[in-house]
């Protein structure tokens, strides 16, 4: 019952949003330095971690492969199809769930237990709008992201792939080009973009109505964590179901 | 002037506050007193349509707030300068750019002109030094005055103070007293300030309204408090030693 509600205030959140936009000049601010926290901020660890769970990918497909009778390209086609379905997507907002999630959470949850968003409401000024629609046009960016953490999580699983000695750069990229269905590709971009819908949302309602103090504001992030990566799963799930069955 | 029938609110089933009715004067200084715990900042927060009274009537110049429309509640609450009980500063911005901020959000001030008023005001608040610190950066007595500041700098008609001085040396305690007081005068604005301050019931306290359990319990002014009959306001008034002690010695005089 009390998810029921939950649900509801989501939605009626969202209403919100869109409603009674705050002055241009001021939002547009607001965006630029959206896109810089939680965009430009989070490239470097999504480099980082593209690049070697791409070649962790490769060499467990490598390793696996023991019959003669299996071609090499096999392990770039694989690469590529983990990569580009699951890992860059799901995986990378998961552990996005984890760091643009709980940032929003906090300081949106601290600036609800400092007053912060009364002094806006006081104004006059519609604090969701102000505090949220900012966030979700900076992550209308977010899918580049996930094009990057795609293109490195490739590259990483080639460089691991030819220095590791599992096969040859050629069998490695012919594998990758083999096969292609550009769909896939249509149908990660499109998760992505739920995905990022999601990530903006989710922590900023668990932030905007949260109540208490300091150490409230830590508990809402650890659940904002929680929430937002399990209705990434689920949207996951759902999305493949409608758009790959 | 703000006009206050029959307010009603409650938090699950405990009443907060209960049937208060009074007025608040413009040009005046109108304290809400009362112990921690009374419902002072409840009060507050119904008044500005945070909280929604569960019953009663609140009319900004005659006008039912409940009746207002989304525009006319705009309209009223751009006119509206709110100091909360913590500051509640911005901590993403300097202390330039919060009391900046209702500028750039309601007025089509140059950049120039609105530093000019930002200086202005944060010289009358007596902070010159801090315009761009961040809020972190600042004392608890330096943020206090920074909330002062962006509460008048658009030249709000109805101001606001939750516990102003809670947390000030006396001395500034009473320059940001008497600079409310000031402004009140200078501008003829309707007032409000929740405090359990003594020393602010005395310097300012044009019109005192003493909230006990969320229920008026008494109301008057400076001048008439240390004659009031009723036990909860002398009780009230003489838990600081110094009001005490002072009794003591006029009794044995
Ligand atoms: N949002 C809230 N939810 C539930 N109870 C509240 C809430 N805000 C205040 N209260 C309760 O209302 C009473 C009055 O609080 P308040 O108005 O803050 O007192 P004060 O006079 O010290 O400002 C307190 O008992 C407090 O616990
Ligand atoms: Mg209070």
Redesign the pocket.
């Known amino acids: 019952m009390k998810h029921f509600t939950e649900i509801g205030a989501y939605f009626l959140m969202l209403g919100q949003v869109f409603k009674r936009p705050t002055k241009r000049s001021v939002l547009k601010e607001l965006i630029l330095k959206e896109v810089e926290e939680l965009i430009l901020n989070s490239l470097g660890i999504v480099v980082f971690i593209s690049f070697f769970v791409g070649g962790v990918v490769s060499i467990q497909t490598a390793l696996n492969i023991n019959n003669p009778l299996i071609p090499d390209l096999l392990v770039g086609f694989a690469t590529r199809q983990s990569v580009i379905l699951e890992f860059a997507p799901t995986f990378i907002s998961i552990i996005m769930a984890g760091k643009i999630g709980s940032f929003i959470t906090s300081s949106i949850g601290s600036m609800r237990v400092t007053e912060q968003i009364d002094a806006l409401e006081v104004m006059g000024i519609n604090s969701l709008n102000y505090l949220v629609f900012p966030k979700i046009i900076a992550l209308l960016f977010y899918p580049f992201v996930i094009g990057i953490a795609m293109f490195l999580g490739i590259f990483g699983g080639w460089i691991a792939t030819v220095y590791g000695g599992f096969s040859s750069s050629a069998a490695f990229i012919e594998g990758v080009q083999s096969k292609f269905i550009p769909f896939h590709l249509i149908y990660a971009f499109i998760k992505s973009f739920v995905f990022a819908f999601i990530l903006a949302t989710v922590p900023s309602f668990k932030g905007y109505y949260m109540?208490g103090g300091a150490l409230e504001v830590g508990k809402a992030s650890t659940a904002a964590f929680v929430w937002t990566s399990v209705i990434i799963i689920i949207a996951n799930y759902v999305i493949t179901i409608l758009l790959l069955s | 002037m703000i006009k206050v029938n029959h307010l009603n609110k409650q938090?699950?089933d405990?009443p907060?506050l209960r049937d208060v009715s009074t007025a608040f004067e413009r040009g005046k200084t109108n304290l809400i007193i009362?112990?921690?715990?009374?419902?002072?900042?409840?009060?507050l927060?119904c008044l500005l349509g945070l909280?929604r009274p569960d019953s009663g009537q609140i009319l900004y110049s005659d006008k039912p707030f409940s009746k207002m429309d989304n525009n006319e509640r705009k309209e009223l609450r751009q006119k509206i300068g709110m100091v909360f009980?913590g500051g509640a500063l911005f901590d993403s911005m300097t202390v330039e750019e919060n009391v900046m901020f209702p500028l750039r959000m309601f007025t089509d001030q140059t950049e120039q002109e609105m530093i000019h008023s930002v200086n202005e005001v944060l010289s009358r608040v007596n902070l010159n030094n801090a315009n761009k610190k961040f809020p972190s950066e600042i004392s608890g007595g330096m943020q206090k005055r920074v909330a002062i500041a962006r509460a008048i700098v658009n030249n709000p008609r109805y101001l606001f103070c939750?516990?102003p001085n809670s947390g000030l040396d006396p001395k500034t305690a009473m320059v940001i007293d008497n600079l409310i007081q000031e402004i009140t005068q200078e501008y003829d604005i309707t007032t409000i300030i929740?405090t359990?301050d003594m020393n602010s019931v005395m310097e300012i306290g044009q019109n005192i309204v003493f909230?006990q359990y969320?229920k008026v319990a008494w109301e008057g002014n400076a001048n008439t408090i240390f004659n009031a009959d009723k036990q909860e306001v002398i009780d009230f008034v003489y838990s600081s030693n110094l009001f005490k002690k002072i009794r003591e010695i006029q009794r044995s005089k």
């Open positions: 109540t | 938090f699950g405990t907060i009362g112990s921690s715990g009374s419902g002072k900042t409840v009060f927060k909280y009980q939750d516990e929740n359990h909230l969320g």
